[in-house]
């Protein structure tokens, strides 16, 4: 077996050079037909697009060179299911055998119906972050009975066609804004036959979405989340929540479990954090975000990227949290490494060290 040699002055490092992808995370399009309120897009100067049919043809042929690859999950920032070939993406994707999830606002779901249930997608994540009609609509912008009925119109061809996937799942937001409305979730969940429901915390990405965040103390969550599961019997719906306050343990699930991010233009990033530049308030204080590739899959191979030395030791170093903690550093409001994630203190580049998703606050499907 090949091996990716470290040599330091007291010690030598040797990370084994495997193929081991397990989940791939593809940004098709980072478009999107809505302009939700707390989203990043809002609030960053990247440039809009979307890969080509031809050019998904070449990231898809390159999975052959990892047997391990499970899952292949249409997502990053933008809607899958607006995407020109998504239907063609969807079927190639099954067909070849792996299992296909994607995360979406909805709208165009019923488009799709035939095809979601033909090809057996396996999961589908929507976000849904209010029960209420004008909760709803002032988050997302759009009518929310739109959303419930694409909803039920996939529930009804998979009862049809005597199918059981996809799955249906529910993506929230938890802001103040909606943290009284939980429970009416569960409601509509249920009348929806929602197998699963996602619950998340918001990041502030621009000043005025700052007082949004329910992590800082403001809420008894341990009740709230009790009581949320205490009701799940009558439901039947499988909840998972985030963290509610700062704590030591810092796990990133995507190097966990072994995924990548490839970005519409073949940028490859370890992480929805940095597939895109944007600015993210980490409990009030402002940090900039810098997109971070590690390499760009129209230009050279995935397996060369994923074993390049680079890649390779930041996955060993957040894996084993090789990084500095800004969050709760008592110089994160004098020292200019928490300005941006270019490095840390460590010398590490790009920085995790102020990231709430290895935090557990912040979750991704």
Not at 125 to 153: C, F, H, P, Q, W
Not at 229 to 240: C, F, M, Q, R, T
Not at 248 to 257: A, K, L, S, V
Request: charged content about 25%; overall charge negative.
């Amino acid at each position: 077996m090949q091996e990716i040699d470290f040599d330091y002055e007291d010690y030598s490092l040797v990370i084994p050079r495997k193929n081991d992808i397990k989940k791939v995370y593809l940004e098709i399009t980072n478009e999107c037909n809505l302009n939700c309120k707390m989203c990043f897009r809002r609030f960053w100067d990247d440039t809009l697009g979307k890969m080509s049919f031809q050019q998904f043809q070449v990231i898809f042929e390159q999975f052959r060179e990892f047997p391990s690859i499970k899952t292949v999950f249409l997502g990053g920032i933008g809607e899958p299911t607006i995407h020109p070939d998504f239907a063609n993406i969807v079927k190639i994707t099954k067909e070849a055998g792996f299992r296909l999830e994607f995360e979406t606002n909805g709208t165009q779901l019923a488009k799709y119906t035939d095809s979601l249930v033909k090809y057996g997608v396996d999961k589908i994540m929507v976000s849904i972050d209010s029960a209420d009609v004008t909760t709803y609509k002032s988050i997302r912008g759009t009518d929310l009975s739109e959303i419930e009925d694409n909803i039920i119109a996939i529930q009804e061809k998979k009862k049809e066609l005597r199918k059981n996937y996809p799955e249906m799942g529910i993506e929230v937001v938890i802001m103040k804004s909606n943290i009284n409305q939980l429970f009416d979730i569960l409601k509509l969940a249920n009348r929806l036959k929602i197998n699963y429901i996602l619950f998340s915390n918001i990041i502030p990405f621009d000043e005025s979405l700052k007082n949004e965040i329910v992590y800082d103390g403001s809420i008894d969550y341990e009740e709230l989340v009790d009581n949320l599961n205490s009701a799940i019997g009558k439901y039947n719906v499988k909840l998972e929540f985030p963290k509610f306050n700062l704590q030591t343990e810092r796990i990133c699930q995507f190097i966990q479990n072994k995924s990548t991010v490839i970005r519409w233009d073949g940028e490859v990033s370890s992480c929805y954090r940095f597939l895109h530049s944007y600015s993210e308030f980490i409990f009030g204080r402002k940090k900039k975000v810098i997109a971070h590739s590690f390499g760009n899959v129209f230009k050279e191979k995935l397996s060369d990227i994923w074993n390049s030395k680079s890649y390779a030791l930041f996955r060993y170093n957040v894996k084993n949290a090789i990084y500095p903690s800004c969050t709760d550093c008592s110089l994160r409001y004098d020292c200019s490494f928490t300005d941006d994630t270019e490095y840390d203190c460590w010398g590490n580049s790009p920085s995790c060290a102020d990231c709430l998703w290895a935090r557990g606050i912040t979750k991704c499907p």
